[in-house]
């Protein structure tokens, strides 16, 4: 029987998820002994991982919501 290999088609990760990965990145950069293509590919990853996280974070605040006078929940809007 065939295995599935869908990786790829995982759930994306949480915000929490991406920010840790961010710090494990980080701190492989930190290592004085990376080689200078560790380093490169790291930075890549990185760099990947915080636009991700800069997208989530833009996800979040559009869907953020305010108290109406009336106490309900509705989406806030820059047409206030």
Known sequence: MAQKKDTQKQAPLTLEENFERLEETLGRLEDEDLSLEDAFTAY???MALL???NEQIDRVEKKV???SQDGGL???DNHD
């Open 65 to 67: 919501l305010k108290l």
């Open 51 to 53: 636009k991700a996280c």
């Open 74 to 76: 509705e989406e806030l």
């Open 44 to 46: 890549s990853e990185g």
